[in-house]
Structure formats: C-alpha cells, structure tokens
Nanobody, 116 residues
Framework: QVQLVESGGGLVQPGGSLRLSCAASGFTFSTYVMSWYRQAPGKERELVAAITSAGGTSNYADSVKGRFTISRDNAKNTVYLQMNAMKPEDTAIYYC?????????WGQGTQVTVSS
C-alpha cells in the first residue's frame, strides 16, 4: 500500500532554514509527480511545490518562489523541500502528496513553526 512519511519539521527563527523529507513506498516512485502541501491553522491546505517524475520540472506557489526548492532522489524514493529565508507565515503542517490510481495519498504531516 502507498505510504508517505514526512520528517524534518521543527521550530526555526525567521530567516532560518529547514529541509523536509518524505520517504515513499508502495508504488513506483520514479514514475510519479510528487508534491508538497501545507495547512496553516484556520486555513485551507495549499500547494507549495511539485516536481515531475524525473525531477526535470518543478513549480512553486508564488509565496515561496525564490525561497523554497523541491527536489527528489529516485534511488532513495524520497522527495525533499529545502526551505530558506523562512517567514512566520510559513508556519504550518507540511504534507507530502502523490496521486496514485486516481486517488490522492497523504503522509501524516510534519509541523513547521517559524518564530523568534
């Protein structure tokens, strides 16, 4: 079965950096687009970044362009989100996502808090 396990969240000061990881299993990772979403308290879940199966193309929400970078290692079945120059408004639970068999799958999420 499809499993996504996020890690790497935590507390960081404004201007700081974090790298999130999402380990995937249960499907042929290298053939699927992978995405990161986030959900802040009281807000809807939003797309942060997505990357194509071979990693050649990625896209980002306007709010994170130039600060966040999505990447993947298909040999390790893992997708990453490097977050730099972080802001308090980046505080949210971050989720990994894959659309597999016309169904969306989510990990359990990892909490990211940006605060001084």
């Amino acid at each position: 079965q499809v499993q996504l396990v996020e890690s790497g969240g935590g507390l960081v000061q404004p201007g700081g950096s974090l790298r999130l990881s999402c380990a995937a299993s249960g499907f042929t990772f290298s053939t699927y687009v992978m995405s990161w979403y986030r959900q802040a308290p009281g807000k809807e879940r939003e797309l942060v970044a997505a990357i194509t199966s071979a990693g050649g193309t990625s896209n980002y929400a306007d709010s994170v362009k130039g600060r966040f970078t999505i990447s993947r290692d298909n040999a390790k079945n893992t997708v990453y989100l490097q977050m730099n120059a972080m802001k308090p408004e980046d505080t949210a639970i971050y989720y990994c996502n894959v659309i597999y068999g016309l169904q969306g799958y989510w990990g359990q999420g990892t909490q990211v808090t940006v605060s001084s």
